[in-house]
């Protein structure tokens, strides 16, 4: 067996014990809620390595509570300069879900980490969790894969695992755009958006930009992707003109947030253009936000609200239920909806 932690070192987590013990995360869970059965020898270890090493689960998971809390947890990262547009809807609509079923919800908003996720578990103050700003490679799923309390992600890792996901199929949401670019003549799309950093660390992300290309090139449609070097005001502005310089006949510009959506509006009307005169712009945004522009954008709609009940709904299942199989469920976008910042060039001859 390994060492005893040295004194000063950090509060042992669950993953400690088990490699301690020499055992998985999940067999650590079981020993402690008692779950699943465990041989002798093998609960012995886990109890031993849990002495040594000072690791105190919560009463609430050694005991698997008969008296629920009432209450689940939503991870979700409001960094500074955070979408509100993007983010709130979903708060809400989570929030709102979950009280149909006689919970409340609890906010941490700190910036996505396995620590704060295994700490929140420790406190016993939730009955599950619900989990945004999924990443590629986020490094919560291990331990949310081993921990006695139902998680639910919303959005979708690189790997398969074994926790039920609730996403959106970017890559439908992507063709709904350019099938309506198509059918109103465009000849060439600009992308605009979606730093490299975004596109690398998540999957929804990269998969939406991968299906504009991908069905433009079935269509025939001339594409381009413009990427800044962040979601700053300059960063846009300083884009435009390389957009603008490869500007080709027909074109349409590609967004996929309101704040890059109204970035991009203020940006081809400050430069000349007439957005849904001389220019098309079209986001992957809520019909909300759409409305909100001079000329109301046209856009597929996010749907907030659909896939925040979908979660909800998905982790009270599992309450209910923990025994049946985990579940992946990818939800479709509405269908796109032509507005005002749409040029139908089939029109002018």
């Known amino acids: 067996m390994a060492s005893k932690m040295k004194k000063g070192s950090s ?63 939503l991870m979700v990262h409001l960094a500074e300069g955070s979408d509100a547009f993007e983010t709130v809807p979903y ?6 879900e979950a009280q149909k079923f006689g919970y409340e919800v609890v906010l941490s908003t700190g910036a996505p980490s396995a620590s704060a996720l295994e700490e929140l578990s420790r406190r016993g103050i939730c009955d599950g969790f619900i989990l945004m700003d ?11 894969e081993s921990m006695h309390l139902p998680v639910v992600l919303m959005g979708r890792p690189e790997r398969s695992v074994d926790l039920d996901i609730v996403d959106v199929d970017a890559r439908y949401a992507a063709d709904q755009i ?49 990427r800044p070097r962040n979601d700053s005001w300059q960063a846009m502005e300083a884009t435009l003109p390389q957009i603008l310089a490869d500007q080709h006949e027909r074109l349409a510009v590609v967004t996929r947030t309101p704040r890059s959506c109204s970035q991009a509006y203020s940006l081809l009307e400050a430069a000349g253009l007439s957005v849904g ?16 522009y001079p000329r109301p954008l046209s856009n597929v709609s996010t749907i907030a609200i659909t896939q925040s009940k979908m979660a909800v709904q998905t982790l009270i299942s599992r309450l209910e239920n923990p025994q049946v199989p985990c579940v992946t469920t990818l939800l479709k976008a509405p269908p796109f909806h032509r507005r005002e910042t749409t040029v139908d060039w089939n029109l002018r001859g």
């Open 11 to 73: 509060l042992p987590t669950s993953k400690d014990v088990a490699q301690y013990a020499g055992v998985s995360q999940s067999t650590v869970s079981y020993v402690i809620t008692g779950s699943k059965k465990i041989s002798d020898a093998t609960r012995k270890k886990v109890e031993e390595a849990m002495q040594v090493l000072g690791y105190h689960p919560h009463s609430g998971a050694r005991a698997l509570r008969t008296a629920k809390t009432r209450m689940l947890v």
């Open 91 to 96: 708060i809400n609509a989570i929030t709102q």
């Open 134 to 144: 999924i990443s590629r490679n986020d490094e919560r799923i291990p331990l949310a």
């Open 178 to 226: 350019i099938r309506d670019l198509v059918a109103t003549g465009h000849r060439s799309v600009a992308v605009l958006g979606g730093s490299e950093h975004e596109v690398e660390d998540h999957l929804f992300v990269a998969e939406f930009f991968e299906g504009l290309t991908d069905s433009a090139a079935a269509h025939g449609l001339e594409l381009q992707v413009f």
């Open 277 to 292: 005169e001389d220019v098309s712009l079209v986001g992957y945004c809520s019909n909300h936000a759409a409305c909100e």
